[in-house]
C-alpha cells in the first residue's frame, strides 16, 4: 500500500447480503407505490438458498418469495431484508408470522418500518417466537431508497423532486422564452424514466399556456403515464390543451375558491377532475399535496417552470433537486433562472443544499442534491 494511502474496510459478511437484497428491492422500482421496494436474501451456511422482492403492490411481499424460492432451505436459515417484516393482514398475509412458519432463526433488518401498521412490532413478535434480529445494517441506503415512501408515511405528503434543465450559466430559456431544446436527448430520457418511476408528474398552468405539453412517459417500460397535475388558480387550462387529453392518461387540475366557474365546468366536461384547493386566490399547494398522499400517491415529479419552483421550494415543499446543465451559454440579464420569486436578500440567507451525486447524462452533467439538514 502506498505510503499516506487509507485502508478501506471490507463489507461485512451481514452488509454483503445486505447489498444484494437491496439490488434485489431496486427491482421493483416504479411498480410497489403506495407500498415500500423491498427485497429479501435467505443465506443458510453461507450459501444464498432463496432471494425474493416485492414485485407490485397487491403481490407477494418480499420475504415471502424469497421463502418460495428457497424451499426446503429455509428452516434454520438467516434472512436479510431491507425493511422491518409487517406483522399486519392487508392484501397479503403477515410476513413475520410466514417467517416464523418457515423456520427462519435469523433475521438481519435494513430499516425499521416507520408505518404505524408495523414501527417496531415486526421485531418484537419475531423475537417473541424465539428468531434472533439485528437491525441497521446498511440503513442509509435503505433509507435513501424508499424516501418516497418514508414521507408519504412520516409526513402525509408526497415525496417531490424538482427537475430543471438550464444551460451551464444558469439559464431555463432565453429572454424570449424560447427553451426547445437544452438537454441532450440522453437526458430528456432519463427524465422520462424519472417520471415512470413516480405517481405524479406537476407543473403549474404558465407551463401548459407557454409549452401545451404532453407530461406523459414515452420512453422506457411504462409507457403512457402517471396522474398529470396542474395547479391552476383561475382554470386557464384550455380545454384543447394536451393535458386536458384525458383519453389515455387522467388529469387533476388544482384551482383556488374562487376559481370562475364555467371554466370549472368546460375542463370537468372535457373529462378532467378539478379540485379546489385553497379559500383565496390561490392554490394551497400544501394542501394539494395533502389530498394527493390520501389517494395514495407517495412521489410527485415536479416540472413546471421558474414561478412555480419558486413557489414550491420557498414553502418548502421540494424534498430533491435534479438539475441538468447543458454544455452552452445563454446568456442575458432577462433569460430567467430556474427559481423564480423574489430570492434572498443576502447570501447568508440563501438556502444551503446537500450535493448527492454528479454524473454525465449524454453531453449534460446531471446534479442532483437535496436540502441540507439544519
Not at 64 to 71: F, L, M, R, S, Y
Not at 236 to 252: I, Q
Request: charged letters at 25%.
Amino acid at each position: 500500500m502506498a505510503a499516506g494511502a487509507k485502508k478501506t474496510s471490507e463489507p461485512s459478511r451481514d452488509e454483503r447480503y445486505m447489498a444484494r437484497a437491496l439490488e434485489l428491492a431496486e427491482m421493483g422500482r416504479g411498480r410497489t407505490s403506495p407500498n415500500p421496494m423491498v427485497g429479501a436474501v435467505i443465506v443458510n451456511e453461507d450459501r444464498v438458498v432463496g432471494e425474493g422482492y416485492h414485485e407490485m403492490a397487491g403481490g407477494p411481499h418480499a420475504e415471502v418469495n424469497g421463502i418460495e424460492d428457497a424451499g426446503g432451505g429455509a428452516p434454520g436459515a438467516t434472512m436479510y431484508v431491507t425493511l422491518e417484516p409487517c406483522t399486519h393482514t392487508g392484501r397479503t398475509p403477515s410476513c413475520a408470522a410466514r417467517l416464523v412458519e418457515a423456520g427462519i432463526k435469523r433475521v438481519v433488518i435494513a430499516l425499521r418500518d416507520p408505518n404505524p401498521n408495523v414501527s417496531g412490532g415486526g421485531e418484537r413478535f419475531l423475537e417473541e417466537h424465539g428468531v434472533e434480529v439485528e437491525d441497521g445494517v446498511l440503513e442509509d441506503a435503505a433509507r435513501r431508497q424508499n424516501e418516497a415512501y418514508l414521507k408519504w408515511v412520516t409526513a402525509g405528503r408526497p415525496f417531490v423532486t424538482l427537475k430543471m434543465a438550464m444551460s451551464l450559466d444558469g439559464k431555463v430559456a432565453t429572454r424570449t422564452g424560447d427553451s426547445m431544446w437544452i438537454s441532450s436527448e440522453e437526458s430528456r430520457e432519463d427524465v422520462h424514466g424519472m417520471r415512470s418511476e413516480s405517481d405524479a408528474v406537476m407543473v403549474g398552468v404558465g407551463t401548459v399556456l407557454a409549452d401545451d405539453p404532453r407530461l406523459t412517459v414515452r420512453m422506457g417500460g411504462n409507457v403512457g403515464g402517471v396522474l398529470r397535475v396542474v395547479a391552476d388558480s383561475r382554470a386557464r387550462t384550455p380545454v384543447g390543451s394536451r393535458v386536458a387529453d384525458v383519453s389515455e392518461v387522467p388529469t387533476l387540475v388544482a384551482v383556488a375558491g374562487n376559481a370562475p366557474g364555467e371554466r370549472v365546468k368546460a375542463l370537468e366536461d372535457r373529462g378532467v377532475e378539478v379540485v379546489r384547493s385553497g379559500e383565496g386566490g390561490s392554490v394551497d399547494l400544501g394542501a394539494l399535496l395533502e389530498l394527493l398522499a390520501g389517494r395514495d400517491i407517495t412521489s410527485v415529479m415536479l416540472e413546471g417552470g421558474p414561478t412555480m419552483a419558486a413557489a414550491m421550494w420557498e414553502r418548502g415543499l421540494v424534498d430533491r433537486l435534479v438539475f441538468y446543465y447543458a454544455p452552452m451559454i445563454i446568456g442575458g440579464s432577462e433569460a430567467p433562472g430556474p427559481i423564480g420569486g423574489e430570492g434572498h436578500v443576502t447570501i447568508a440567507e440563501a438556502n444551503r443544499l446537500t450535493i448527492d451525486t454528479v454524473s454525465e447524462s449524454g453531453s449534460d452533467m446531471k446534479v442532483v442534491a437535496y436540502p441540507a439538514e439544519v
